[in-house]
């Protein structure tokens, strides 16, 4: 006869999240609660389980509520019954003088909470991959972020005040994705060499910093498929942008740029370009090259032509925004396939038309009328 199970595996679920608990077999509902409570950051006495519908009772061993190896729980956390500076009181005299006890069972229970908070953020880091640390008031990303290495699939430091990017972010060699914006990152501050180690970085987001330039480091990032640098001080894109064949959103509105390179055509992923308010002139030919292409925007430009070959070649575009450039509806309407473009984005928003119908609303053609220059 198979000797039974001396552990089992229970799933845990919990904001939004699946954890794999393993308890002794004749665990009860209160060890349970007590293993969870570093992975959760939830009180035991804050904790409420749910298996099959019922409750699991404290006192009670899981195989008598029918918990297995392998069942569903789920963990609903009462509000207020997180971890803090140790288990909540009503009153913090009382709770004082419950500490002086002559108990060193009492006392060692109350600092315990204590060594748990200081290390569950970085266990919960690599439980869950994700690092969420934005609006948190930071100078600098914190030595812990590098310690949990190729856990963490998401790192969003946004909105802080951090200035340097160190050759530790190598470390993350499974990141996805990097949310660095709103920051103080200049061209000099940032370790490339490291973010280039970065093979399954998918979504780059370096928008409101300091940036003047971006080094040709840039196209080894071959995996990448969203790359946001608005609101910097960029002048120019590297030619090393046409190596990111699988990159789908591009924006860099709110830069200088003059010029793009023609290596743009290159990236015959892109869907959605917007590099309104800038200083372009023009766009490079190869530009028509970019079949896969749907929304464009480049507004507040000083454009004063298309690429030849835009709307012939483009043939899924049906978002443009060309106000505040020197292209009219009227000098739009000359470019050859304009009426299979004109066809395509009224298709796709007629219901908006539809609605507008009656209404002073007014389909927007994407440029500015001749009239509303003068």
């Given at each position: 006869?198979?000797a039974?199970?001396?552990?089992i595996t229970?799933?845990?679920?919990f904001?939004?999240?699946?954890?794999?608990?393993?308890?002794?077999?004749?665990?009860?509902?209160?060890?349970?609660?007590r293993?969870?409570?570093?992975l959760?950051n939830v009180?035991?006495?804050?904790?409420?389980?749910?298996?099959k519908?019922?409750?699991?009772?404290?006192?009670?061993?899981?195989s008598?509520?029918?918990?297995?190896?392998?069942?569903?729980?789920?963990?609903i956390?009462?509000?207020?019954?997180?971890?803090?500076?140790?288990?909540?009181?009503?009153?913090?005299?009382?709770?004082?003088t419950?500490?002086?006890?002559?108990?060193n069972?009492?006392?060692?229970?109350?600092?315990?909470?204590?060594?748990i908070?200081?290390?569950s953020?970085?266990?919960r880091?690599?439980?869950?991959?994700?690092?969420?640390?934005?609006?948190?008031?930071?100078?600098?990303?914190?030595?812990?972020?590098?310690?949990?290495?190729?856990?963490?699939?998401?790192?969003?430091?946004?909105?802080?005040?951090?200035?340097?990017?160190p050759?530790?972010?190598?470390?993350?060699?499974?990141?996805?994705?990097?949310?660095?914006?709103?920051?103080?990152i200049?061209?000099?501050?940032?370790?490339?060499?490291?973010?280039?180690?970065l093979?399954k970085?998918?979504?780059?987001?370096?928008s409101?910093?300091?940036?003047?330039?971006?080094?040709?480091?840039?196209?080894?990032l071959?995996?990448?498929?969203?790359?946001?640098?608005?609101?910097?001080?960029?002048?120019?894109l590297?030619?090393?942008?046409?190596?990111?064949?699988?990159?789908?959103?591009?924006?860099?509105?709110?830069?200088?740029?003059?010029s793009?390179?023609?290596?743009?055509?290159?990236?015959e992923s892109?869907?959605?370009?917007?590099?309104?308010?800038?200083?372009?002139?023009?766009?490079?030919?190869?530009?028509?090259?970019?079949?896969?292409?749907?929304?464009?925007?480049?507004?507040?430009?000083?454009?004063?032509?298309?690429?030849?070959?835009?709307?012939?070649?483009?043939?899924?575009?049906?978002?443009?925004?060309?106000?505040?450039?020197?292209?009219t509806?009227d000098?739009?309407?000359?470019?050859?396939?304009?009426?299979?473009?004109?066809?395509?984005?009224?298709?796709?928003?007629?219901?908006?038309?539809?609605?507008?119908?009656?209404?002073?609303?007014?389909?927007d053609?994407?440029?500015?009328?001749?009239?509303?220059r003068?």
């Amino acid at each position: 006869m198979e000797a039974a199970p001396t552990t089992i595996t229970v799933q845990v679920k919990f904001a939004g999240r699946t954890i794999p608990v393993e308890v002794p077999a004749a665990a009860s509902g209160a060890e349970l609660k007590r293993l969870l409570q570093p992975l959760t950051n939830v009180l035991p006495r804050g904790q409420r389980l749910i298996c099959k519908g019922k409750v699991l009772q404290d006192a009670a061993s899981l195989s008598s509520m029918q918990v297995v190896d392998g069942s569903k729980v789920m963990l609903i956390a009462s509000q207020g019954l997180h971890q803090g500076d140790g288990p909540i009181t009503n009153n913090s005299s009382s709770s004082a003088t419950t500490v002086r006890r002559p108990s060193n069972v009492k006392e060692n229970q109350t600092q315990k909470p204590e060594a748990i908070v200081t290390k569950s953020r970085s266990e919960r880091w690599k439980l869950t991959g994700v690092v969420a640390l934005n609006d948190c008031d930071l100078k600098v990303v914190p030595e812990e972020v590098w310690d949990c290495g190729p856990s963490i699939r998401i790192l969003d430091i946004s909105n802080n005040s951090i200035k340097e990017i160190p050759h530790k972010i190598s470390a993350l060699k499974s990141l996805n994705k990097l949310l660095l914006t709103a920051n103080d990152i200049a061209d000099d501050s940032i370790c490339w060499e490291g973010l280039s180690c970065l093979q399954k970085l998918l979504n780059l987001s370096l928008s409101e910093n300091q940036l003047v330039s971006l080094p040709s480091t840039l196209g080894s990032l071959t995996s990448l498929r969203e790359l946001r640098v608005a609101n910097n001080r960029l002048d120019n894109l590297p030619i090393e942008i046409g190596l990111l064949k699988h990159l789908q959103i591009l924006i860099a509105s709110n830069n200088r740029i003059t010029s793009l390179p023609s290596s743009i055509g290159d990236c015959e992923s892109l869907t959605e370009v917007d590099l309104s308010s800038n200083l372009l002139t023009e766009l490079p030919e190869a530009f028509g090259n970019l079949c896969n292409l749907k929304v464009l925007h480049i507004r507040n430009n000083g454009l004063t032509s298309l690429p030849a070959t835009l709307f012939k070649k483009c043939s899924q575009l049906i978002t443009l925004d060309l106000h505040g450039t020197e292209i009219t509806n009227d000098v739009l309407r000359q470019v050859e396939g304009w009426e299979e473009f004109d066809e395509r984005r009224r298709q796709k928003h007629q219901k908006q038309l539809d609605f507008r119908v009656g209404s002073s609303g007014v389909f927007d053609e994407g440029a500015d009328d001749d009239n509303r220059r003068r």
